[in-house]
């Protein structure tokens, strides 16, 4: 049996300064044996040219999609629904202000031989110098959350075939024929709701493969956190408890 090619999905919007570092993270992998898809997410900066500039060297094949729908679920599922129409059977994300460890494909690759989907670890950018409480206080606040979703009513439902696991839409991956049979990832504005939970609770109702994976690391960037503080960001993952006054504010990412 052939592998399956695997695409790795990048949503980015306005990300020109900082997509380069993630780029610089996907041509250090261990593993090269995989497709880029960059959906260009309605930017108004120079982002899909610098992906076209790194395209150039690159040592896998890069491609730049343009969705003009703004929402980080929006462009994902554009990504992951063109890479399956192009032949992928692997599908895998982070996002344009993250930097995958350098055995990030070839992890999530050996997990996805006998799982559907794989659910990563997040921790925070070194090169943005957390603090204490940014490296240790935040993830464990998270991680808390998470087990209160394991909990909740809405979570465990009867037709839920697998148990709720902590999932960050900027590590994940999954089979091409799980995404399209539980209707991938929700197409939906950003402030309206957790696309990756979605994604996650769609796939527990058809699938009980799915994995939490800790030694699956990709660093994180604190921008959020840091505009808007450890209590709002935390309501804002919690079913979007608090959200900014303005769009542009919502579309930190």
């Known amino acids: 049996m052939s592998t399956p090619i695997l695409a790795v999905i990048v949503p980015a919007y306005n990300e020109a300064a900082s997509i380069g570092g993630t780029l610089a993270a996907l041509a250090r992998q261990t593993d090269h044996g995989f497709r880029l898809i960059v959906v260009d997410n309605a930017?108004?900066?120079?982002?899909?040219?610098?992906?076209?500039?790194?395209?150039?060297?690159?040592?896998?094949?890069?491609?730049v999609v343009t969705e003009t729908e703004r929402g980080a679920g929006t462009a994902a599922d554009t990504g992951f629904r063109h890479a399956i129409a192009t032949g992928a059977g692997y599908l895998a994300r982070t996002d344009a202000d993250?930097?995958?460890?350098?055995?990030?494909?070839?992890?999530?690759?050996a997990y996805l031989r006998d799982g559907d989907l794989v659910c990563g670890r997040s921790v925070p950018r070194r090169d943005e110098r957390p603090t204490w409480a940014e490296r240790h206080v935040f993830p464990a606040a998270v991680r808390l959350a998470a087990v209160y979703?394991?909990?909740?009513?809405?979570?465990?439902?009867?037709?839920?075939?697998?148990?709720?696991?902590?999932?960050?839409?900027?590590?994940?991956?999954?089979?091409?024929d799980l995404y399209l049979r539980c209707g991938g990832t929700a197409r939906e504005a950003l402030e309206e709701g957790?696309?990756?939970?979605?994604?996650?609770?769609?796939?527990?109702?058809?699938?009980?493969?799915i994995v939490r994976?800790?030694?699956?690391?990709?660093?994180?960037?604190?921008?959020?956190?840091?505009?808007?503080?450890?209590?709002?960001?935390?309501?804002?993952?919690?079913?979007?408890?608090?959200?900014?006054?303005?769009?542009?504010?919502?579309?930190?990412?």
């Not at 465990?156 to 900027?170: A, I, K, Q, T």
């Not at 609770?201 to 009980?208: P, Q």
Request: hydrophobic residues 40%.
């Open 149 to 176: 979703g394991r909990y909740r009513k809405a979570h465990r439902r009867p037709e839920f075939r697998s148990p709720y696991v902590l999932v960050h839409g900027h590590n994940l991956a999954l089979t091409a």
């Open 43 to 63: 930017s108004t900066d120079d982002t899909a040219g610098v992906v076209r500039r790194f395209a150039v060297t690159a040592p896998f094949p890069v491609e």
């Open 194 to 209: 957790s696309e990756d939970v979605t994604l996650l609770n769609r796939a527990r109702r058809v699938t009980g493969r």
């Open 213 to 253: 994976a800790e030694d699956l690391v990709v660093e994180a960037s604190l921008r959020r956190l840091r505009a808007w503080g450890a209590r709002r960001t935390l309501l804002w993952y919690w079913d979007r408890r608090w959200r900014p006054p303005t769009s542009s504010q919502v579309h930190v990412r």
């Open 98 to 109: 993250c930097l995958p460890a350098s055995d990030w494909v070839a992890t999530l690759r």
